[in-house]
């Protein structure tokens, strides 16, 4: 079975660069695994952040941005700031038609 | 305004039916690939299925395999998720989305409906 695994927590300083990763307990992220990447507030619907890896969704700050970082695909947040405080998670494309989300990364900024 | 609006969450009993609806506004249903994610109190969000534009090709998550039906009705608008045998691990925060894709091929979800609420107990 495959397992999306993203860090269960991330903190950051206001205005500190933030990376959160998006792995595979087995083998590599790709291109082909369509990666992207949502934020979510509490009781909120998950807003699309990035796509096509580093694409910025419409209306999103460029202090987010997406990347490929070794195995894995990543989102950095660069300058965090306050109201970055959220849930974040990918979501990759296994084939076959299914998709599996990451069990999300809870941002705290202080 | 593209938008998407779940209907349908009820408060059911184990084993019993439900129909959810998505009710898509502000761009043409027939040209998008369309999915129902769900959300489990304090989970993360879990795909649950999607739909090709004509409805011909249909994928589900393992756990809901037989027992959900993912539809729609481009004419109308409409998405639908058919769940049968409702258990209560099937208690979640249903939303609908629309899968699109950029320049390059590459797929994502770029709509979210705000969810309705089934409560299997």
């Known amino acids: 079975q495959t397992v999306v695994t993203q860090e269960p927590s991330f903190s950051v300083s206001p205005g500190a660069t933030a990376t959160l990763t998006c792995g595979l307990n087995s083998g590599s992220v790709s291109s082909s695994h369509h990666p992207s990447w949502y934020q979510q507030t509490p009781g909120q619907a998950p807003r699309t952040l990035i796509y096509s890896i580093n694409t910025r969704s419409s209306g999103v700050p460029d202090r987010f941005s997406g990347s490929i970082l070794g195995n894995k695909a990543a989102l950095t947040i660069t300058g965090a700031q306050a109201d970055d405080e959220s849930d974040y998670y990918c979501l990759l494309y296994m084939g076959s038609g299914i998709w599996v989300f990451g069990g999300g990364t809870k941002l705290t900024v202080l | 305004e593209v938008q998407l609006v779940e209907s349908g969450g009820v408060l059911v009993q184990p084993g019993e039916s439900l129909r959810l609806s998505c009710a898509a506004s502000?761009?043409?249903?027939?040209?998008?690939?369309m999915t129902w994610v769900r959300q489990a109190p304090g989970k993360g969000p879990e795909w649950v299925a999607n739909i090709k534009q004509d409805g011909s090709v249909k994928y589900y998550v393992d756990s809901v395999k037989g027992r959900f039906t993912i539809s729609r009705d481009n004419p109308k608008n409409s998405l639908y998720l058919q769940m049968s045998s409702l258990r209560a691990e099937d208690t979640a925060i249903y939303y609908c989305a629309r899968l699109t894709t950029d320049a390059y091929g590459y797929y994502h979800l770029d709509v979210w409906g705000k969810g309705t609420t089934v409560t299997v107990s």
């Open positions: 502000g761009f043409t249903l027939s040209t998008f690939w």
